[in-house]
């Protein structure tokens, strides 16, 4: 009796064993299988690398073009790199306008539901951009040489965009902290030395901005920083010659700045603005 009863369970357990290797061997290829990827080479050189996990993830990466759309151009020596991990997750790297050689494209994604974006054109330049959490939207787009773009966030919910054109550029936003921060860098025409920087930590809202648009521009250099809990804005606006413009806030709630310096000619800018709590 003792032996049958036994033996009854070594069937059973068995069984269940048997039962749970089949589900996974059924399981696994149908999770995986949800996964894309699409890519599109014209050039010589170039080295794409691609891991994802997960379910539903989407990479495309297009370097060089041969469509209807576009006139046919070659991107050569470029190296693109797509980490993915999460579920939900969309990754686009695109050279889609110009011929250009020795771009760099990084897109590291952890989380659920994110989206990063980078179109480069002309040579040498880095573009880098990591999100950590959920639902966080990362977007690139340059034109211009040996120009090195990041963007960075961790939590929910952030959006960060950057446009930017020409010379020695270090643009960077970094957003931190618990969701709803905005991050925008716009910059057009002559931009020459550079250096942009968004800089955004906390637990909500916060904004931030910066624009040079258009009209001759020279050393460049604008930085917003924001921190604490609460609504930070900012908005920081300049056009013409040089400038240097810093501006930080601190603190828990309602703080906005806007500094607008639009020349008629050429002119040389300072400002700092310091809030603190």
């Not at 009863?5 to 069984?15: A, K, N």
């Not at 151009?73 to 686009?92: E, F, V, W, Y």
């Not at 959920?134 to 963007?151: A, F, H, K, L, P």
């Not at 930080?248 to 639009?262: A, F, I, M, S």
């Amino acid at each position: 009796m003792e032996e049958e009863r036994v033996r009854y369970l070594l069937i059973s357990l068995t069984s269940y064993v048997v039962l749970f290797l089949l589900w996974a061997i059924i399981s696994l290829p149908a999770h995986a299988a949800t996964n894309t990827i699409a890519i599109q080479n014209k050039g010589t050189s170039t080295s794409i690398s691609i891991d994802q996990s997960g379910s539903s993830n989407t990479t495309t990466v297009w370097c060089g073009l041969s469509n209807g759309t576009y006139t046919t151009h070659t991107c050569s020596n470029a190296t693109m790199t797509i980490d993915q991990h999460g579920t939900s997750n969309i990754a686009r790297a695109y050279s889609q306008v110009s011929n250009h050689n020795d771009n760099v494209y990084i897109i590291n994604q952890n989380g659920n539901s994110n989206n990063g974006y980078i179109d480069l054109d002309d040579d040498d330049n880095t573009a880098t951009i990591t999100q950590t959490g959920n639902s966080n939207t990362g977007i690139i787009y340059m034109q211009g040489d040996d120009n090195v773009y990041t963007i960075t966030q961790t939590g929910n919910s952030f959006y960060a965009k950057m446009y930017a054109f020409g010379d020695d550029s270090a643009w960077a936003i970094t957003q931190s902290g618990t969701g709803n921060h905005n991050g925008y860098i716009k910059s057009c025409g002559n931009c020459n030395n550079n250096d942009a920087t968004i800089t955004q930590s906390g637990s909500g809202a916060k904004d931030g901005d910066i624009e040079f648009r258009n009209n001759p521009a020279d050393n460049n250099t604008v930085n917003l920083t924001q921190s604490g809990d609460g609504l930070h804005v900012g908005n920081i606006l300049v056009k013409q010659g040089s400038y240097t413009v810093n501006a930080t806030q601190t603190g828990t709630t309602n703080k906005n700045y806007t500094v607008t310096l639009d020349c008629t000619s050429s002119c040389n800018k300072t400002v700092t603005v310091n809030q603190f709590d």
